[in-house]
């Protein structure tokens, strides 16, 4: 023996809830499974966890209230549950995917992250992530990647920098973006007190982000679980759900919003990973 003791651990009941489901489904895209932890990072705390039956073990910087609040173990997945709509695909999306929880995460990082989304599968958008993290990111203790770059020290950046991670097009948005929330012109603070709609055209204002790219953020950053984002496999769900009809992106976004209810924006991440996982479609 070596007389090390091992990191010290902490216990939070997690009912309902389903760990690797949840990291996996993507709504986030840095986490990564180690020795039995999921390691990542909160903003700029490093936290690794575990699932053991209905409990988390955990070890890090977080709390216990910072574990929990992150992984929204407050949602009242009954009543959730319970507004999903009654036909066969989106009852076979809630008892598929049992337990994901639509997290709280960092606005500007999440915002970042989505605009780097456009046009890329989520293998590709965690392999932009990591890359920014890794040239601009500031080191966090015990984590093996950085902490996601402020808008401040990414406006100080270029986009030939950017574009070295492999960005393309998508470079330009991010770094004008970044210039935007670091002198004042859109203040993410802000947005948490506005109407959601009010918050989605502040959200659009910026480069590079669409009503999908701001209801992403919306839900995933704001807590607005109304929010719906309508990507290429919702837009073929609900398609399909429509009966194959043709609509454009407007009506669709509509339409979704009106058939999934009131918990829409969770209804759609579970719709969204299990049609991805299963390779599957509404049958009408």
Known sequence: MNGT??????????????????????????????????????????????????????????????????????????????????????????????????????????????????????????????????????PVSQSAINAYPSPARLALTDEAALRE????????????????IDDGTIDLLALRSMKTADARTALCSLPGVGVKVANCVLLFAYERLDAVPVDVWINRIMRAMRGGRPATAAQLQRYSERHLGPYAGYVQQYLFHHARVSKTLPQR
């Open 5 to 138: 003791a091992p990191p010290s651990v902490s216990i939070l009941d997690a009912p309902d809830f389903n760990l690797p489901l949840t990291l996996t489904s993507g709504q986030v895209f840095h986490w990564s499974e180690v020795a039995g932890y999921w390691e990542g990072l909160v903003g700029d705390k490093y936290c690794a966890v575990r699932q053991d039956g209905q409990h988390l073990v955990f070890r890090g910087s977080l709390s216990a209230a910072e574990v929990a609040n992150y992984f929204a173990l407050d949602h009242a997945m009954d009543e959730i549950s319970a507004s999903f709509p009654d036909d066969a695909f989106s009852q076979a999306a809630l008892r598929a995917c049992t337990g994901l929880r639509v997290i709280r995460q960092p606005e500007w990082e999440c915002l970042a992250t989505f605009i780097t989304s456009a046009m890329k599968q989520v293998a590709h958008i965690r392999q932009m992530s990591l890359a920014i993290r890794s040239r601009f990111g500031m």
């Open 165 to 180: 991670c492999s960005l393309g097009f998508r470079a330009k948005n991010l770094l004008g973006a970044a210039r935007s």
